[in-house]
């Protein structure tokens, strides 16, 4: 229904959702990294930019975690899940 009230065709969809995928793993490659750094930064005890560098993971997680959902709920072509219906996408569990 979103996409007939959008006018979006098939082709439009498709395209959508690998840029929400993609740019969901990009976002992951990012924190996955800082968090890399955030262990670095902990073993140096320099805990001020371990502060910030938790922030920014967190951000980049939680953002990756929005652009996946988008990828998740155009796959299922259905509005209106919730982080449940996310994680058995996940986890390949749903039907």
């Given amino acids: 229904e979103?996409?007939?009230?959008l006018g979006m065709t098939e082709d439009q969809l498709a395209k959508r959702k690998e840029t929400f995928l993609y740019s969901a793993l990009i976002y992951w490659i990012f924190a996955f990294g800082l968090f890399a750094y955030f262990i670095y930064l902990l073993m140096h005890m320099y805990f001020l930019a371990v502060c910030f560098d938790l922030m920014l993971v967190l951000l980049l997680s939680?953002?990756?975690y929005r652009e996946h959902f988008w990828y998740m709920q155009m796959q299922k072509r259905r509005l209106g899940c919730n982080f449940y219906d996310w994680l058995n996408f996940v986890l390949r569990r749903d039907k």
Avoid: E
């Avoid at 979103?2 to 009230?5: C, D, I």
């Fill in 2 to 5: 979103a996409a007939v009230r």
């Fill in 62 to 64: 939680l953002t990756a």
